[in-house]
């Protein structure tokens, strides 16, 4: 049998390194000196994809694989692939949906707690002897602040679920309203940020959601507000969040993801209100496994004819 040139945009987990190994002729794309030279050497063979949430493919990149077949992300945002034009040449694309949710929606009430109750700062104040010389100072209550979510889909609701545990009244904004929920909608952004104390964004990364929090919202969320990102980070204006938080017009702010990845707008380094991660909403070793599962039985079911398990285009 022919093997099947699978093109591997990034490192990932070594269990999936692996798993793809056992199976496909893997073509590393990170390891090239020249990245589109690379691709122009495989362009004729490489049948599938494998990217992730920060790695995807674009027009010029999917029209210079006339034999790909398949993209399976080993994310569920897919913001970084051009799925239009995925649909117009019919390449079936495929992500890592539900595996991931309960561990994203977890990381949102760590990052609201962990704003809230200082928990960064009082654990560095442990550490360097500070407490010796007096308790640490008074921080503010989860419990019962109202949550207003951003995206009421699979992770906004798995974050509902568990802020409804906390006795926190909840709303939301999303595209549609959602007639089966007992959480209060607001049709803009705005009315949701002005009614809420803490707003989480769990929406897609869209052209229509891209710095769906600018200075206006951050205004309405407002000095006691916070601010958590476990979206995508082009969903905040980032300069425009670290001057709100610089100059007190925003309370808080727990991040997992930013506008330039790795890259993080230094100012916030020196803010105690904020919490910084580098996104690890997913970063677990259970869920990081399940999600290569996945990325591994879509593959193996398009080359075996069989149905995708979580296909998306
Ligand atoms: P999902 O179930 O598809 O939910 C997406 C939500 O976004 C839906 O509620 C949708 O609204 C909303 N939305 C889309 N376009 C919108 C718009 N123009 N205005 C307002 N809301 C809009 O996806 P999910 O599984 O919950 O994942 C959500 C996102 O989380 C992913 O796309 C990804 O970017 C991010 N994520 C981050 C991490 C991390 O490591 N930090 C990990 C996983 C995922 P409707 O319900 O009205 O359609």
Known sequence: ?????????????????QELQSRYNVLKLWTAQEKSQFIKDHSATIRAIVGDGGHGADAEMIEALPRLEILSSNSVGVDKIDLEKCREKGIRVTYTPDVLTDEVADLAIGLILAV?????????????????????????????KTVGIIGLGRIGMAIAKRAEAFNCPICYYSRT???????KYYPSVLELASNCQILV???SLTAETRHIVNREVMNA????????????????????????????????????????????????FGLENVVLLPHVGTATVETRKAMADLVVGNLEAHFSNKPLLTPLV
């Open 1 to 17: 049998m022919e093997s099947i040139d699978v093109l591997m945009l990034c490192p990932m987990i070594s269990y999936l390194e």
């Open 116 to 144: 809230l109750r200082r928990l960064c700062e009082s654990d560095r104040y442990v550490r360097s002897g500070k407490w010796k010389k007096g308790d640490f100072k008074l921080t503010t209550k989860f419990t019962g």
């Open 177 to 183: 309203e959602k007639p089966d929920t007992k959480y």
């Open 201 to 203: 964004v769990a929406c």
């Open 221 to 268: 969320l407002g000095p006691k507000g916070v601010l958590i990102n476990i979206g995508r980070g082009p969903h905040v204006d980032e300069p425009e969040l670290v001057s709100a938080l610089v100059e007190g017009r925003l309370g808080g702010a727990g991040l997992d993801v930013y506008e330039h990845e790795p890259e993080v707008p230094e100012e916030l």
